[in-house]
């Protein structure tokens, strides 16, 4: 499946934004979901991740009760919400497709190109 993040930008510390990832070539409605990123000089870290119906969601801890992970199969989209943005949020965030629901990013099938997104404090 073919997969492209939007969304990314600049942010004041404590604001939101919106990351969308649109999935085109194959069913998306067969593919978990998955959001990562990764910061200047850091690996890429799991954030978020969505069942294949949407039923089940999944979370880093240093994402929890912050950022939201949602999708529509319909429109073949996948969201993260974030809210109270902090800077070290910064990083290249990507969206990625698996079979199997997984934080591991070497079991990941599909991958977008990356969105930047910056939090300025």
């Known amino acids: 499946v ?3 993040a939007s969304g990314g930008g600049l942010v004041q510390a404590g604001g939101s934004l919106r990351l969308s990832c649109a999935a085109s070539g194959r069913t998306f409605s067969i593919y978990n979901m998955a959001w990562f990123r ?7 870290e799991f954030v978020a ?8 969601t999944f979370y880093a801890d240093s994402v929890k009760g912050r950022f939201t992970i949602s999708r529509d199969n319909a429109k073949n ?3 993260l ?10 990083a290249v ?18 991958w977008g190109k990356g969105t930047l997104v910056t939090v300025s404090s």
């Open 49 to 56: 991740a969505i069942t294949k119906s949407g039923a089940s």
């Open 81 to 90: 919400q974030m809210n109270s943005l902090k800077s070290e949020d910064t």
């Open 93 to 110: 965030y990507y969206c990625a497709a698996s079979r199997i629901i997984t934080q591991n990013r070497g079991a990941m099938d599909d």
């Open 77 to 79: 989209t996948v969201d």
């Open 2 to 4: 073919q997969l492209q």
């Open 38 to 44: 990764q910061a200047p000089g850091k690996e890429r």
